[in-house]
């Protein structure tokens, strides 16, 4: 979303974003170079989980080299 907010607002949005237990960060660019604020859910910036083979997940795992 476009960051064209006054102080007022902006202080509202940090606030309400605190109790939604959401990040926001008011410092990212797009393509044009307009300011953004933008909204992630807690943890969204932390390491990707490793991704698992899904028929392993699902307790399917049948070697083919038997």
Excluded at 3 to 31: C, G, Q
Excluded at 47 to 66: H, K, R, V, W
Aim: charged share 30%.
């Amino acid at each position: 979303m476009p960051n064209m907010f006054p102080a007022r607002e902006r202080k509202f949005i940090s606030t309400l974003a605190e109790e939604l237990h959401l990040s926001v960060t008011w410092d990212e660019y797009d393509e044009e170079d307009q300011n953004l604020v933008t909204w992630r859910l807690p943890g969204f910036l932390d390491e990707p989980l490793a991704e698992t083979d899904p028929e392993q997940a699902n307790g399917d795992s049948n070697s083919e080299s038997e």
